[in-house]
């Protein structure tokens, strides 16, 4: 039986825009527009789109760094946008981020061992934090001497490890990864990737992966959930990122990626015109003013996400069509 730790049922973060002197409010920028998504125990989820799509807002809003208009955020059965108070605390420690800049994410005031420890002092505090803050370093592969030196004196891939080991302090079952190897040199990218797989068997850690990069979440995750204009527009497992997918937006990101053979590519999907605003989206299908297939169905209609299979949803009026082709 499947075990869900993180559950997202019809998330909406709507930003408010004010004009005018007495600052009213003239319409929203819907940033994250119903989205719905579970992720298994020990499992990985990549989410993927282009840049404001987004992706970055849904997980500050699992995290509540960014409040949410609706919807509801239930890690380990608990709904963390409406808990509060010592419950709320206890449910932090169960979620964790990785942020995606590496240098601005670490307080360049504070030593590694402060930057690991605080979160073990506050919410383990009858543990030894210094013999854990020396455990997460050494299982992230920083040296001990490290331990009082401060993030400046560090290069981008070991500022991520120390990013990595204080998203691990708290012990938990979520792990939240913002584009975490995206500053990073591609060869440092593979070690740091290697690393959080490694990590995620030991500690049988669930992760929600945040990239743009379609090779990145191929090599790491489970499942993968395509992400347009704040909607989820295909859901699949990663082994049909080569083949498989349905959606046209989602097959013109595979088409992006790069292929190391001179003159070899997967097809000629090439996506034309620009992503409409979030504060004015098409009313029906929000990826109908780039899709080369739009019919009248897709202007008056917005699809919902519908079964292809066990393992694959796709919101698109006419994925039997392409199906069948």
Known sequence: ??????????????????RGILKRTVGHVKAVDGVSLSLPRGKT??????????K?????????????????VKVVGKDILTEGGASLRKLRAQIQMIFQDPFSSLDPKMTVGNII????????????????????????????????????????????????????????AVVVCDEPVSALDVSIQARVLNLMK????????????????????????????????GHIVERFPA???AKGTLHPYTQALISSIPIPEPGRRLDDSVLE??????????????????????????VATRPVLESVDEHHEVACHHWREWSRG
Not at 45 to 54: A, H, P
Not at 56 to 72: D, W
Not at 280 to 288: S, V
């Open 273 to 298: 015109g620009e992503t409409p605003s979030p504060m004015d989206a098409p009313a029906g299908c929000t990826f109908q003013t780039r899709c080369p297939h739009r019919t009248e169905l897709c």
């Open 56 to 72: 970055t807002t849904l997980a500050k809003a699992c995290v509540r760094l960014v409040p949410a208009m609706e919807g509801e």
């Open 239 to 241: 082994d049909s990122i």
């Open 117 to 172: 420890g605080e979160p073990i002092r506050f919410h383990r505090p009858e543990e030894d934090a210094v013999a854990l803050v020396h455990h997460y370093m050494e299982v992230t592969g920083l040296r001990k001497e490290a331990f009082n030196r401060y993030p400046h004196e560090f290069s981008g891939g070991q500022r991520q490890r120390i990013g990595i080991a204080r998203a691990l302090a708290t012990n938990p």
């Open 1 to 18: 039986m499947r075990s869900d730790v993180l559950t997202i049922k019809g998330l909406k973060v709507w930003f408010p825009v004010k």
């Open 198 to 229: 490694r990590l995620q068997k030991e500690m049988n850690l669930s992760y929600l992966f945040i990239s743009h990069d379609l090779s990145v979440i191929r090599h790491i995750a489970d499942e993968v959930a395509v992400m347009y204009l």
């Open 45 to 54: 989820l990549g989410l993927v789109g282009e840049s404001g799509c987004g």
